[in-house]
């Protein structure tokens, strides 16, 4: 009798246990659920905060000062496209634009190789001096832009390079480069050494299996830091202003607080409205085309 009672107890306890998990799972899911719906709940939010705010700017591009300023939110009567010949032309941005291109694109190519370079020197090869060469270059994005404005001023002016477009692409390069090497160094630290070993083996050299089979490799992280450093530097404001005060050659973000500023009382909203659609048009678009790249990209250099 006692074995008998002795099976139907662990019977019994045999099925309270799948009524528990179940409980436990409906918990679990449950739970899930709800911070799915307060997740989704904030993105909307943060949505809406940051997409009504651009899309007011764009509408407001094309509309008079008299209707922006009477009806801030409502579609203009009509839709004035000739703002942005105004602010193309009027308030120069077109050759502020011009100027921000040449020295952006000229910095991010510049900073891509070398920092491409310098992370896969310290990533893949041992050599003395390789630990403290690397946290020098972290030590540099601790080091706060405006403390270096004034050496950075009279370095520039003993080389003749101040306000020059070659003056403030080196300026970029120099402040770009430990976030690239710190970012790009983990990517091809990843890279299976086996791949290395074989380009060596089929006779290609150090200089030759980098660019041709390492650098292809580390893609993915060449685009997501190429993106990142694109919107800093385009955004860059500080520099430029201290580093660059000939008006002709004034970058885009120099060129729009000019604009805002020397109008006073009389100002073009429409105008003004739609030089910062000109200024912010490049970026979304950069960043719509290689959105994908930056997720899944990321990821911390740490030294090994």
């Known amino acids: ?12 306890d045999g099925k309270r246990k799948p009524a528990s998990d179940r409980k436990l799972t409906r918990a679990v899911a449950t739970s899930d659920r709800r911070f799915a719906a307060i997740a989704h709940t904030m993105l909307i939010l943060w949505s809406v905060i940051v997409i009504v705010p651009m899309l007011w700017v ?25 703002n942005y010949a105004h602010a193309w032309t009027d ?17 991010l190519f ?25 946290y020098v270059m972290l030590a540099g994005l601790t080091f706060p832009v405006f403390l270096a404005i004034v050496p950075l001023f009279f370095q520039l002016q003993n080389f003749g390079l101040l306000n020059t477009r070659p003056g403030l692409i080196l ?22 050494h086996d791949v290395y070993e074989a380009a060596l083996i089929d006779g290609a050299g150090d200089w030759r299996a980098f660019f041709q089979v390492m650098l292809p490799m580390a893609r993915p992280g060449m685009a997501a830091v190429a993106i990142f450093n694109f919107l800093g530097l385009w955004n860059q404001f500080l520099l430029p ?24 009382y009389d100002i073009d909203y429409g105008a003004l409205f739609a030089a910062i659609v000109v200024t912010v048009v490049p970026v979304l678009v950069v ?10 990209s990321v990821s911390q250099g740490t030294f090994r």
């Not at 308030?91 to 910095?107: D, E, M, Q, R, T």
């Not at 300026?171 to 299976?192: G, I």
């Open 91 to 107: 308030a120069n941005i077109g050759k502020y634009f011009l100027n921000s291109v040449i020295v952006v694109v000229s910095a």
């Open 171 to 192: 300026t970029y390069v120099a402040f770009a480069l430990p976030f690239t090497m710190f970012f790009l160094y983990s990517f091809f630290r990843s890279l299976p």
């Open 58 to 82: 764009l509408v407001s591009s094309f509309k008079s000062t008299g209707e922006i300023l009477s009806s801030p939110f409502a579609l203009p009567d009509h839709w004035r496209v000739e």
């Open 287 to 296: 960043y719509v085309i290689f959105q994908r790249r930056i997720a899944g």
């Open 110 to 134: 510049l900073v891509m190789l070398l920092g491409a370079m310098c992370a896969y020197i310290l990533a893949r090869f041992e050599f003395p001096g390789r630990r403290l060469i690397y």
């Open 1 to 12: 009798m006692s074995a008998v009672a002795a099976d139907r107890k662990s019977a019994s």
């Open 241 to 264: 202003v201290a580093l660059n005060t000939d008006q002709d050659k004034w970058v885009l973000t120099q060129g729009m607080a000019a604009y805002a500023s020397s109008q006073v």
